[in-house]
């Protein structure tokens, strides 16, 4: 994590220099640059859309770090970075998330 955090719920964060991903693998975290992101939106997770998806990939395109907390949550946040696996997060605090996102990705 870099010296000025923006944002971390403990899962996921965001600093001077990117977005963290914590738990995205089962040895650790993604960094992602905000350089490397071409877009983000925001959807709506239910049943068959994410909701009780823990950790992983249900259909081959979105992949969901580690959060256990996630089936009590409505908003995912898919991250593109060009590759063909959209990184899915579930930040406690989606509206802030999208908000630095918004500062710091030319989209």
Do not use: C, Q
Not at 17 to 35: E, F
Not at 37 to 65: A, C, E, M, P, Y
């Amino acid at each position: 994590m870099a010296k000025d955090s923006l944002y971390d719920d403990g899962r996921i964060a965001l600093d001077d220099r990117g977005l963290v991903i914590r738990w995205y693998y089962l040895w650790g975290s993604k960094r992602i640059p905000y350089r490397s992101i071409r877009s983000f939106r925001t959807f709506t997770i239910g049943g068959l859309s994410g909701k009780w998806r823990i950790w992983g990939s249900g259909d081959f395109v979105h992949w969901w770090n580690l959060d256990p907390r996630r089936p009590g949550k409505d908003t995912a946040v898919e991250i593109d970075t060009g590759r063909r696996i959209l990184s899915t997060i579930t930040p406690d605090d989606p509206t802030t998330v999208v908000h630095i996102l918004e500062e710091h990705v030319d989209h």
